[in-house]
C-alpha cells in the first residue's frame, strides 16, 4: 500500500500542477508579448517554447523534487492509510494525462519514420558542397521540401523543387532548413505535439501555431546570418509556396512552407522585402547560447538548503489530498 499510495499522490500532484499553471503561464506570455518589445522572432519563439513547456517542468520538479521526497521523509512504510476519493480522481487523471503523452509520442515517432521510408524509397542522394545533412531528392512528392531527425536530420527536396528553384535558391532555401537543425527545432516541436492542449483551450493551442509562425521567421534570419541572399530565399518562399501542400499525415519535421500558413508566409516574405529595401535592421549572427552552469548551480544549492525546512510543509499539504 505504501507503494501504491506514493505513485497515487505524485500523479495527483503532477496533474494539480500541470493544470493550474498552464493557464496562468500563457497568460504571463501574452502580457510580456504585448508590453515587451522583441528584438527577434527567436527570442519570441524561445518564449512562446518556454511557456509552453513550463507548466510539465514545475508539475515534474515539483512531483519528484518536493512531494515525492516529502512522502518517502515522513510516511511510514508500513502505512495501512486508503486513498480516498480526491485522491483516486486526481491520480486518474494524471495517469490518462501521462499515457495520453506517451502515446501522442509513440504516434509521432512511428508516422515520421514512415514518411521517412516512404521518402527514400522514391529519392536518390544529391551531392551539395558546403551542406552537412543528407539531401535527398524526392520524386512522388511535388511540394516536399522539409528536414527530418533530432540527431540525425535528413533533408528531403521534391524534385519538382530541384528543378524550379536556381542553385542560389536551393541552397538558400537549404540554408533554412540547416537554421531549423541548429535550433534543434524538431525536438521542440515533436515536445510541444506532445503536451499540445485541446482545441477547446484555444489560448494553448493557438501557441503553437504562433511557434512555428516565430521558428520560421527565425529560420529566415539564421539563414540570412549565415551567408543566405535576401532575393534567393524570398524567391525560393514564393515558387515554393504556390505549389498545392496537402496536408498529410502528421509528423515531425520542419517544412520550408509549413501547410496551412498563409499568413506566415505572407509576413516572412514581407519582411525579407524589408530587408532587401533596407527598411530593417540587417540580421545579425546568432547570439551564443547562454551559460546556463551558474544559475544552475545557484539552482541547486538553494534547494539542498532548503529542501529539509519546506518538507513538513508539502507533507501537510499532501495529506489533504489523502483525507
Not at 262 to 269: D, T
Request: aromatic residues 6%; glycine residues 6%.
Amino acid at each position: 500500500m505504501f507503494y501504491v499510495l506514493a505513485i497515487a499522490l505524485c500523479l495527483a500532484v503532477l496533474f494539480l500542477v500541470l493544470a493550474s499553471t498552464s493557464l496562468l503561464c500563457m497568460a504571463g506570455l501574452r502580457l510580456v508579448l504585448k508590453t515587451v518589445p522583441l528584438s527577434s522572432p527567436g527570442t519570441r519563439a524561445n518564449l512562446l517554447f518556454a511557456a509552453r513547456l513550463l507548466p510539465l517542468g514545475l508539475a515534474c520538479v515539483i512531483t519528484f523534487s518536493l512531494a515525492l521526497p516529502a512522502f518517502l521523509e515522513f510516511e511510514p512504510s508500513s502505512t495501512d492509510e486508503g486513498m480516498g476519493f480526491r485522491l483516486m480522481a486526481l491520480a486518474t487523471l494524471g495517469a490518462l494525462l501521462l499515457v495520453g503523452m506517451v502515446a501522442r509520442g509513440i504516434g509521432l515517432l512511428r508516422a515520421t519514420r514512415e514518411a521517412q521510408r516512404g521518402w527514400r524509397e522514391n529519392s536518390h542522394r544529391l551531392q551539395m558542397d558546403g551542406i552537412r545533412v543528407p539531401v535527398y531528392c524526392v520524386e512522388n512528392s511535388p511540394s516536399l521540401m522539409a528536414v527530418t531527425g533530432i540527431f540525425r536530420p535528413r533533408i528531403f527536396v521534391a524534385s519538382v523543387i530541384a528543378k524550379t528553384l536556381s542553385p542560389d535558391e536551393l541552397r538558400a532555401a537549404l540554408s533554412h532548413e540547416l537554421a531549423h537543425v541548429s535550433s534543434f527545432d524538431n525536438l521542440k516541436q515533436l515536445l510541444l505535439k506532445i503536451t499540445r492542449a485541446p482545441r477547446w483551450l484555444k489560448a494553448l493551442y493557438a501557441a503553437d501555431a504562433e511557434w512555428t509562425n516565430a521558428s520560421e521567421l527565425a529560420a529566415d534570419r539564421d539563414a540570412l546570418a549565415e551567408g543566405a541572399s535576401v532575393l534567393d530565399l524570398s524567391s525560393a518562399l514564393i515558387k515554393v509556396g504556390r505549389l498545392n501542400r496537402p496536408a498529410g499525415r502528421e509528423a515531425v519535421a520542419s517544412h520550408l512552407v509549413p501547410t496551412a500558413c498563409g499568413s506566415a508566409l505572407e509576413s516572412r516574405v514581407t519582411c525579407l522585402s524589408e530587408l532587401l529595401e533596407g527598411k530593417s535592421v540587417t540580421p545579425a549572427h546568432a547570439a551564443k547560447r547562454s551559460n546556463l552552469v551558474l544559475p544552475t548551480v545557484i539552482t541547486l544549492a538553494t534547494y539542498g538548503a532548503c529542501i529539509h525546512a519546506v518538507l513538513p510543509a508539502v507533507h501537510e499539504a499532501l495529506e489533504f489530498l489523502v483525507r
